[in-house]
């Protein structure tokens, strides 16, 4: 797919598998009881289909390696002196596993089957079960639930009036339960399931009205890109992005459980995508989408964050503001900050450490105002009632001014230095706010110098190795014009020739603005990306540093502020019964390989290294 890739609706999906063409495997296993780590398998059962045609069978009774429990014997009908000459499950493995081969597995109630089977598997050296799972009890509640009393399999086989009724004996129950598989697959078919992976996507799903319109889906590749949903007029309601379109685009026709993604796809009549190169083109797509089309269904475009800045007013006793614009002096104000209550959190910050004043009126010359309390309590010099002079408030106010001219220390030292000691009083709560506020500026300064860097480069060619592949990015101004991917064994070189054949895809005339709002947004993921570990500078032009003044406070900072929320964020999923997951960092010894042993030299050093603290 080349770079600039058109929008595609596909009505045919040519990697999809027709449910008439499918094998499926149907499964059925008795056991000694329903604990797959302390009971065993004491009968297989499997029955392969395509077409409605049975293919073949494969029974057998496993000796479990230890009494069958009498009431096990009761339900069953299986004795030990039946399972005395049996196979232990280590010697039919193999033949089941031939048997299954790449089929669809298909069970009733398939966790507790395909359970033991991975318990199994797992007990002598194998794989767990990779197949698609399709379970008839899951898509029988779904189809049929309100004409049967219960889902059961017997009761399901004398709905659908299966040649073969089950009796708790393995094959038996999987001969039934191909009867049921077919009598839902016809079912399934009228609400448009007509591949395995609209039967896998129905049995997941919560709305089946939603399901029915799962075929505007069909044809969307499993690679990353950008799509919208579009009425019938051809208005746009939403766009997105995703690493796999496929998987991403289908998750809304039934799985996606927010009432207004439900209330979107009643109006959906098309949807329609671009196919990317790379996972971070596609994110910068959806940016310059949703800024130009504004979608109603998309919250970022309903209710855009607007840019600040942080300023000082031009008046002989300055205070802090924020503005929508930094003024005819930009270097004395600091932004673009992502929104107005960030940048009252900064504000905030300041006034905990800096007796800058917080009125909001213009002090006259004979600075005649009445003082306010804050005078009273030692937080301002009180310059509206002459107390404080012009020279001695510019020098009391001077970090917060160096905090806004891009030098934060002074005010980054003095708010830990007042966190310590409300940590030391045992002011602990005291302290978390003033943690956040610290963290909130340091973040803010790391951000736009990290941002602004970006922007001033003419241009910039960074790429970033994974353990498979080799995603190369083309900056200019801080504005992606093109991207490719590459196999990782290429090495360097290879990712420069590849990126070097890439046309520029995303076209930028003219400098951009970097004030604008969906500049900042696409500053800040190219920034992420290019300072993620496993980045190498392929080219740049121009110097590409940051001021080094509180460079290393500020980072340090923003570093802690990130370990902090990441921490928070995992005890929210602990507290909640959530998975807590990890990103594994790919190693050096991956990067060599990778690199295909190229030395990389001055021209392709790691990004932080080329960066300037």
């Not at 609706?9 to 329903?34: C, K, M, N, P, W």
């Not at 399972?83 to 193999?94: D, E, T, V």
């Not at 077919?182 to 039967?199: C, F, K, M, N, Q």
């Not at 579009?230 to 379109?245: F, N, P, W």
Request: aromatic share 4%; hydrophobic share 40%; with cysteine.
């Amino acid at each position: 797919m080349p770079a600039a890739a058109t929008d595609l609706q596909l009505r045919l999906d040519h990697d999809a598998r027709s449910l008439i063409d499918t094998t499926f495997v149907v499964l059925d296993l008795e056991t000694t009881g329903l604990r797959p780590d302390t009971d065993r398998i004491t009968e297989v059962g499997a029955v392969k289909v395509r077409g409605g045609e049975v293919l073949g069978e494969l029974q057998s009774l496993v000796h479990p390696g230890g009494p069958v429990p009498a009431a096990i014997t009761a339900v069953t009908g299986i004795t030990d002196a039946m399972l005395g000459g049996a196979p232990p499950i280590a010697s039919l493995l193999p033949t089941l596993l031939e048997f299954l081969g790449d089929a669809v597995l298909v069970a009733h109630n398939a966790r507790f089957d395909v359970g033991f089977l991975d318990a199994e598997l797992t007990r002598h050296g194998y794989p767990r079960v990779s197949n698609d799972v399709v379970d008839t009890a899951k898509l029988a509640r779904r189809l049929v639930r309100d004409e049967v009393r219960d889902v059961r399999l017997a009761t399901l086989a004398r709905f659908f009036r299966a040649r073969t009724q089950p009796n708790h004996r393995a094959l038996s129950d999987a001969r039934a339960t191909v009867d049921v598989l077919h009598g839902l697959l016809e079912r399934a078919g009228t609400i448009g399931a007509t591949t395995v992976e609209d039967l896998l996507d129905y049995q997941r799903s919560s709305s089946t009205h939603a399901f029915r319109k799962v075929s505007l889906a069909r044809g969307a590749p499993d690679a990353p890109g950008v799509y919208r949903f579009h009425d019938r007029e051809g208005r746009v309601l939403y766009v997105g992005k995703a690493t796999s379109l496929r998987t991403r685009v289908r998750r809304y026709f039934g799985q996606d459980e927010r009432r207004r993604m439900d209330a979107m796809v009643r109006e959906t009549a098309e949807v329609t995508w671009t196919v990317t190169p790379t996972p971070i083109e596609a994110a910068v797509r959806e940016l310059r989408e949703l800024a130009l089309r504004r979608p109603r269904y998309n919250r970022a475009s309903t209710r855009p964050p607007a840019s600040v800045w942080l300023r000082w007013t031009d008046e002989p006793f300055p205070r802090l503001s924020i503005a929508r614009s930094p003024g005819p002096e930009a270097t004395s104000a600091l932004g673009p900050l992502p929104g107005r209550r960030s940048a009252a959190t900064l504000v905030e910050a300041v006034e905990e450490v800096v007796a800058v004043r917080r009125c909001t009126f213009r002090i006259r010359a004979a600075q005649d105002h009445p003082a306010c309390i804050l005078k009273e309590l030692g937080r301002c010099g009180a310059p509206c009632d002459g107390t404080q002079d012009a020279e001695t408030y510019a020098r009391d106010v001077r970090a917060a001014q160096a905090l806004v001219a891009g030098e934060p220390t002074l005010v980054l030292v003095a708010l830990e230095s007042r966190m310590n000691e409300l940590a030391a009083e045992h002011r602990f709560e005291d302290a978390a706010r003033l943690r956040h506020r610290l963290h909130a500026v340091g973040t803010a300064v790391d951000s736009v110098r990290r941002t602004a860097a970006l922007a001033a480069l003419p241009r910039l060619e960074v790429a970033h190795v994974g353990a498979e592949h080799v995603d190369a990015i083309r900056v200019e101004h801080g504005r992606l014009v093109a991207s490719a991917r590459v196999r990782a064994r290429h090495g360097v070189g290879g990712v420069r020739a590849a990126l070097a054949a890439v046309p520029d895809a995303l076209p930028v005339e003219g400098r951009p603005d970097a004030r604008a709002d969906h500049t900042r947004g696409e500053l800040s993921l190219l920034a992420t990306f290019v300072e993620q570990p496993r980045t190498v500078l392929l080219s740049v032009d121009g110097a590409w540093h940051q001021p080094v003044a509180g460079g290393a406070s500020a980072a340090s900072i923003a570093l802690q502020a990130r370990v902090v929320a990441r921490a928070t964020r995992q005890d929210a999923q602990v507290l909640r019964g959530a998975k807590v997951t990890r990103r594994a960092q790919t190693s050096s010894n991956q990067l060599d390989q990778a690199s295909g042993g190229d030395t990389l030299g001055p021209g392709s050093r790691p990004v932080q290294e080329a960066r300037t603290r």
